[in-house]
């Protein structure tokens, strides 16, 4: 990323010859399993390219204060791909040795940011919270970076290469917006939530990625879907005696005759969607 003079400090160099620090400090802000959403769906959809790999390194991008996700992280992980590796990245020097002690086998932590200090191209990159306090005209430039230092899809092995995850979620975890990226760019857009906790679909807005919050307005695809969502969600107002799942499954349904949803019922369960980033990608 080459940030703007106006907004975002210089890359600082590092001793050695070794790449410049790449980003701005975050708030830091973490608690435990607020990531949980997130991981439980990557292992899930990308637990088969890990266990393809002979050496699987997923890193966690802006960890935070503390280093609880990149811990659960590696626990989830290895229940689906035994042989995986996490290795946390922060850009605030002070918080990678405070999480010093944690490191087991498995995990590690490092001081880095975009530019991912890591020897091995990672198998996943996860970027939770990170690109919220930066601007939507930067926000190409960082998946373009982080798509790079993805491992390469092979074709031949059935591989679709490395997978970006970059999205945003509330403090505890119950509401969540991620869009998936392959080396090649992004794929989808995933809506998760604690469906208890849910009025209607239109309530994950806040919680929308950066390349996606503020098209939340008439015009752009995004809000059309919500606002579909919203429709399909009182549609389905009957389903409710059956409780909030029941309600949640039937709204997807309905969904799926206007708009390309890529997983089934049984990620529907969970509170989840996942729709095709090209139908929900910004115009312009």
Known sequence: MTPRATTRPPARPRPGGTPPVVGTVTRGTTNPNRLRR??????VTHGAELRRAADPVAVDLGYGAAPWTAVELLARLRAVAPRARVVGVEIEPARVAAARPYERDGLAFRH????????????LIRAANVLRQYDEDEVA????RLCARLAPADPAAGSRGGLLVEGTCDEIGRRHVWVA??????????FATRLGS???PSDL??????ALI???VPGEPVHAFLRDFDRAWAAAAPYAAYGARQRWIRAVRDLTADWPVTDRQTRWRQGEVTVRWEALAPRG
Do not use: Q, S, Y
């Open 181 to 190: 990226l392959g080396p090649e760019g992004p794929r989808t857009v995933t």
């Open 141 to 144: 430039a960082v998946w373009a």
């Open 205 to 210: 807005a806040e919680r929308l990625p950066k």
């Open 38 to 43: 997130m991981d439980r769906w990557i292992a």
């Open 112 to 123: 880095g940011g975009f530019e991912v200090p890591v020897e091995r191209r990672p198998h």
């Open 198 to 200: 849910l009025e209607r």
């Open 214 to 216: 503020h098209r939340n």
